[in-house]
């Protein structure tokens, strides 16, 4: 079951999570997070960190509360310094195929799968992976723990890189600025363009603003998952 955070008190990024796993036996940690669970546009991005508790990086925390040049300076000092990290994703043909719960733990297990070094336990960020090694779901956990707070900047980064790159394809929507999410001027882009083979079709804003759709299928249909995770940011 995973854990919540105390309401009583300020959240703090951590090292008690890394450090509890120690001691219980395990030699191999990594931190697990996912960005762009409620983008319009593109895949889920996932990465995972495993820390070196040898060499500590301060400034550690949750992606979304960082500005830009922080988690690009952060994110620089985690590939250097950690013992190894790698990304996952899921794509966009996926997120509708399965949903973006699904999508998600896809991309985070193909993160996990892609590390140089198997880890002999997880901390993940509010969700359990189908993965055979132990592991601790933590709600907020990229604001608790260091090692997920490492991995959230590792995948926001990239995700970001990334998007910016599918500007210079559609610049029309902007994607550089928004990233992908539901913000007026994506909507407004929808509406005057169409959506791209790669928005996702499942999620109500696309299909919303869109004056022509494709998929007829997705017409009437709105999948309570989808639609929560398409208001929601990551």
């Known amino acids: 079951m995973a ?8 959240i703090r990024c951590r090292s008690t999570f890394e450090r509890e796993a120690r001691e219980q036996g395990f030699t191999c940690i990594a931190g697990v997070d996912e960005v762009g669970r409620g ?6 991005f996932a990465a995972a960190v495993v820390l070196d508790p040898d060499k500590p990086i301060r400034g550690l ?3 979304k509360i960082l500005e830009a040049d922080e988690r ?5 000092q985690i590939k250097a310094r950690s013992i190894c990290w790698a990304f ?7 997120i509708d195929q399965i949903n973006i719960y699904q999508a998600s733990r896809v991309a985070m297990r193909r993160a996990v799968d892609a590390l140089s070094i198997r880890p002999d336990y997880l901390l993940v960020d509010a969700l359990k992976l189908d993965l055979a090694i132990a592991q601790l779901p933590l709600i907020d956990g990229d604001a608790r723990c260091r090692a997920i707070a490492a991995a959230s900047i590792l995948a926001k980064v990239q995700r970001d890189e990334c998007l910016a790159m599918w500007h210079q394809v559609f610049p029309q929507y902007n994607l550089a600025s928004n990233k992908g999410y539901s913000t007026p001027d994506h909507k407004r882009a929808l509406r005057e363009f169409g959506a791209t083979a790669f928005h996702r079709f499942s999620f109500l804003p696309v299909r919303a603003n869109c004056t022509q759709i494709h998929w007829s299928g997705y017409i009437n249909e709105a999948p309570k998952a989808q639609g929560r995770a398409a208001g929601a940011s990551a």
């Open 3 to 10: 854990r919540q955070a105390p309401a009583s008190r300020t």
């Open 39 to 44: 983008a319009l546009f593109g895949a889920v």
């Open 61 to 63: 925390n949750d992606s």
């Open 72 to 76: 690009e300076r952060l994110a620089a």
């Open 88 to 94: 996952g994703a899921a794509d966009a043909f996926e």
